[in-house]
C-alpha cells in the first residue's frame, strides 16, 4: 500500500504560483509513475501532468508552459510548480500513483490517491 498525502493549496491572485507537495509513505514511489489531476465542482478529474519512473514528464493542454511536475525519490515526494495561475485553475489537485501500464492521463490507470489539496486563484 501506498499512503499520498498533498499539501500546498491555497487561495492565491491571479498570476502568482503555488508549488505543491505529495509525499508518500508505505512504499518507495521510484517505480511508479506519479500524476497530478485536478477537479473543479462540477465537473471531471482532469489529468494535469505526470512523471514517469524514468523521468519523463506529460502535461494536460490547458497547463503546459505554466506547470512543472518534478519528483525526489530521496524525499518521496512529488512536486506540482504552478506558475501563472488562472482563475481556471481553481480546483481540488490530487496527487496518485501508478504502478503498472495504462495511460498516464487516465484516472483508472492509477492505484493509489491522495486526498486532495484545494487550490482557489482570484481573479
Known amino acids: 500500500q501506498v499512503q499520498l498525502v498533498e499539501s500546498g493549496g491555497g487561495l492565491v491572485q491571479a498570476g502568482g504560483s503555488l508549488r505543491l507537495s505529495c509525499a508518500a509513505s508505505?512504499?518507495?514511489?521510484?517505480?511508479?509513475?506519479m500524476g497530478w489531476f485536478r477537479q473543479a465542482p462540477g465537473k471531471e478529474r482532469e489529468f494535469v501532468a505526470a512523471i514517469t519512473w524514468g523521468g519523463s514528464t506529460y502535461y494536460g493542454d490547458s497547463v503546459k508552459g505554466r506547470f512543472t511536475i518534478s519528483r525526489d525519490n530521496a524525499k518521496n515526494t512529488v512536486y506540482l510548480q504552478m506558475n501563472s495561475l488562472k482563475p481556471e485553475d481553481t480546483a481540488v489537485y490530487y496527487c496518485?500513483?501508478?504502478?503498472?501500464?495504462?495511460?498516464?492521463?487516465?484516472?483508472?490507470?492509477?492505484?493509489?490517491w491522495g486526498q486532495g489539496t484545494q487550490v482557489t486563484v482570484s481573479s
Open positions: 508505505g512504499r518507495t514511489i521510484s517505480s511508479y509513475t
Open positions: 496518485a500513483a501508478k504502478f503498472y501500464s495504462g495511460s498516464y492521463y487516465n484516472t483508472g490507470s492509477y492505484d493509489y
